[in-house]
């Protein structure tokens, strides 16, 4: 079983870069791909960014197209980075670790990091 945890979140200013890690312990032997998603205040959660196993980097929506998904070396820690922030990329940021399962395909959540973008 692995486990995941953000770190990287708080208050931002309007325009700063943002710089999330999402930091794995347990089992990676099935792991996938690391992806980083993002719930705003009443509304759904949505996907930001992807990176596959074989290091290709996938992005949605708005945040997507500002942001960077990167991986260290070992391949198990996964990073976010996102400039001009804006009041609207205020959410709490998720990573998840996507992992083979019995069952099929498993999303590993971690608890997610709050980011509060202020002007």
């Known amino acids: 079983q692995a486990h995941v945890v953000e770190s990287g979140g708080g208050s931002v200013r309007f325009g700063v870069p943002l710089s999330l890690t999402c930091t794995p312990s347990?089992?990676?032997?099935?792991?996938?791909?690391m992806a980083w998603y993002r719930q705003r205040p009443g509304q759904d959660r949505e996907s930001v960014a992807r990176?596959?196993?074989?290091?290709?980097?996938y992005y949605e929506g708005s945040a997507g197209s500002r942001s960077a998904i990167s991986a260290n070396d070992a391949k198990n820690t996964v990073y976010l980075y996102m400039h001009s922030l804006k009041p609207e990329d205020t959410a709490i940021y998720y990573c998840?670790?996507?992992?083979?399962?019995?069952?099929?395909?498993?999303?590993?959540w971690g608890q997610g990091t709050q980011v509060t973008v202020s002007t």
């Open positions: 998840a670790y996507i992992m083979r399962a019995s069952a099929g395909i498993k999303h590993n």
């Open positions: 347990g089992n990676l032997d099935e792991l996938l791909d």
């Open positions: 990176l596959t196993s074989g290091g290709l980097g």
